[in-house]
């Protein structure tokens, strides 16, 4: 897939702008802050419907306006798309589709981007959370149905643990609390079938993030990746001390569970027997403290989790085979071409060794499209069509060679 044109009204900084994009490299250079990663932060909104860098949609509005519009031209093969989000600063947002007015939830369906950017590292440094939303939406880039399970599971977490936090405020225990009942039976399947999911893309990235992590580093560091689920007993987002019974491994990190079954009876099984476990602390804390939500995905490399025993160039490798490895999956299963691969930024935090093999890397996408304040850290065959970008203007774009 390609992104031929790009154009934006009233987007981040830009009052007006439109781009025209080629097939291969396309190198977005201009200081920080002069707007080019919005550029990039635009493409990448149709696949995903959201920011790598905020997390609701008005800081994405220019200031004084009440709507951005972002509109770009898709082509793959013969085929040609035309798809325009509007951000509206108060209400609903809408889409089009060939000029058509769809569900905005339709346009991920017809572009996939995968999106490198400094905050990845965070992917493997930071809280568990980071790394669910980081399945999360590779589940619904490879599946769009997924959407819907995960927003019918939030409704239900949030309403569980709004009459548990009622409960506790009333005093309320045991055969009162009947309603409960109820909403595990909701919260274990949709809970369910998303575990289920995650175990099976963490499976299916396996392979891939081993090949993208030994491309990057130049070396075989055995990167793993597998589920501490909280289903299991324990409870990955609570410190260990807290964690109880399967609440780490000898390393201080969450336990992965790679024996955990599979098929849906055993996790409900298992869910179910978590949950009756933890009613008290539940009712004591007003939390829901089993499911999916607070599940990690444990990332380890030399046989040591990442977080906390990896270098910093160990931890990039990660990150970035993370994404490669989601771009090969996408790679594999779509109708659409090769995704389009955007390098935010990336350059400037590698050394010149990982430079050249993520260069080598992704060349070989049908579009790839790097943001770079300094050209020159951009390995040379990328550099094939560069576009200057200064305050919210497109100054212009050269061609190699021209």
Excluded: C
């Excluded at 080019?36 to 419907?49: D, G, H, R, S």
């Excluded at 599979?262 to 027997?273: G, M, N």
Aim: charge should be negative; charged fraction near 25%; avoid cysteine.
């Amino acid at each position: 897939m390609i992104v031929e044109h790009l154009s934006l009204v009233d987007f981040r900084n830009y009052a007006v702008a439109d781009v025209t994009l080629g097939p291969g490299p396309n190198v977005f250079v201009g200081r920080n802050g002069q707007g080019k990663t919005n550029l990039a932060e635009a493409i990448a909104y149709l696949a995903t419907l959201g920011s790598h860098r905020v997390s609701n949609d008005p800081p994405l509005v220019r200031d004084g306006a009440d709507a951005a519009i972002v509109r770009a031209r898709l082509t793959h093969g013969d085929r040609s798309v035309l798809l325009e989000a509007q951000l509206n600063r108060q209400g609903a947002n809408k889409a089009r589709v060939n000029g058509a007015p769809v569900k905005t939830t339709e346009l991920p369906r017809y572009a996939q981007v995968v999106l490198f950017a400094p905050e990845d590292l965070q992917i493997v440094r930071g809280d568990p959370s980071l790394r669910r939303r980081f399945m999360d939406q590779l589940l619904v880039q490879r599946s769009p149905r997924f959407a819907g399970v995960i927003s019918d599971y939030d409704r239900v977490l949030r309403q569980r643990t709004a009459l548990l936090k009622s409960a506790k405020v009333r005093g309320i225990r045991g055969e009162q609390l009947s309603t409960l009942d109820v909403w595990d039976d909701k919260l274990v399947a949709l809970g369910t079938e998303l575990i289920q999911a995650r175990l099976g893309l963490a499976a299916d990235l396996s392979m891939p993030l081993i090949a993208a992590y030994s491309a990057i580093a130049g070396a075989d560091h055995r990167p793993q990746l597998d589920w501490a689920l909280s289903v299991r007993g324990g409870d990955p987002e609570a410190s260990l001390s807290e964690a109880g019974v399967g609440g780490g491994a000898p390393d201080g990190s969450p336990a992965p569970d790679g024996n955990v079954g599979t098929r849906p009876t055993q996790i409900a099984e298992l869910f179910r027997e978590a949950l009756a476990e933890r009613r008290a602390a539940e009712l004591d804390r007003g939390l829901t403290l089993v499911g999916p939500h607070r599940d990690d995905l444990v990332l380890r490399v030399r046989d040591l989790p990442v977080k906390g025993y990896a270098s910093h160039g160990e931890s990039w490798s990660v990150a970035l085979a993370l994404r490669l490895a989601s771009a090969e999956l996408l790679r594999a299963d779509s109708r659409l071409g090769d995704p389009v691969l955007i390098l935010d930024d990336v350059f400037a935090e590698l050394d010149t060794d990982r430079r050249a093999r993520l260069a080598d890397l992704t060349v070989g996408y049908e579009q790839v499209i790097v943001t770079a304040a300094v050209e020159e850290d951009v390995p040379l065959g990328l550099r094939t069509r560069v576009v200057r970008v200064e305050a919210g203007r497109i100054l212009e774009a050269t061609d190699a060679g021209a």
